[in-house]
């Protein structure tokens, strides 16, 4: 069965009759840092720093990396050569971010480039004053985020696990909450296409 326009158009009220009210809009909302009251224009950038990556969880980090050094050292084959492992400390592991950071800025084609001692084979970078290379490699092979024992008890390991994020937390949710706490995002929030979930074949695409 068909309709011509007229018919579909008499089922409709007459557009006079028709009262459109616009959506009522909040005033604009502005950016704003949400900072602590002790925060002030001087503050050194290090105050930003530990907002987000909290004495705490510094602590937390060194403990679950020094567990998961003890366990994966003990699955390694005894040699010679194995280097010695002395348990990480805090003031390491802010050594260690804060290395890895000036890395990120002062860009080298290799890594060992940062400890390089010549000036005339590249630059000198003050990184080894603070801690060597083997000791930046050791922390590097077992900082561990997550705890290792949790995980493996939570069958996070297993292939079958959807949670593939688990090695970052408690990081990412500490993270996350920081930046709702200190920080209030503009009511004209524009989203970049790439954030939409993705229906491919790999589950890791989209959260």
Known sequence: MSFTLQEILAQFEPLENVVFEPIQLEPQRAAQPLLPPSFSITSHPFDYFTLFF??????????????????????????????????????????????IIYMGIHEEPDISMYWNSDPNKGPIHTIKTHISLIRFEQIKRYCHISNSEHDKLAGFELPSNKKWWYKVEPLAS??????????????????????????????????
Request: aromatic residues 16%.
């Open 54 to 99: 909290t004495h705490d969880l510094f602590q937390l980090i060194t403990k679950h990396t020094n567990d998961y050094a003890a366990i994966k050292r003990l699955q390694e084959k005894d040699s010679e050569h194995k280097r010695m492992w002395f348990n990480l400390v805090v003031e390491e592991l802010y050594v260690f971010i804060g290395s």
């Open 174 to 207: 500490s993270l996350q909450a920081s930046f709702q706490q200190y920080y209030s995002p503009s009511s004209e929030v524009s989203i970049d296409e790439v954030m939409v979930r993705c229906f491919g074949r790999y589950v890791s695409t989209y959260i």
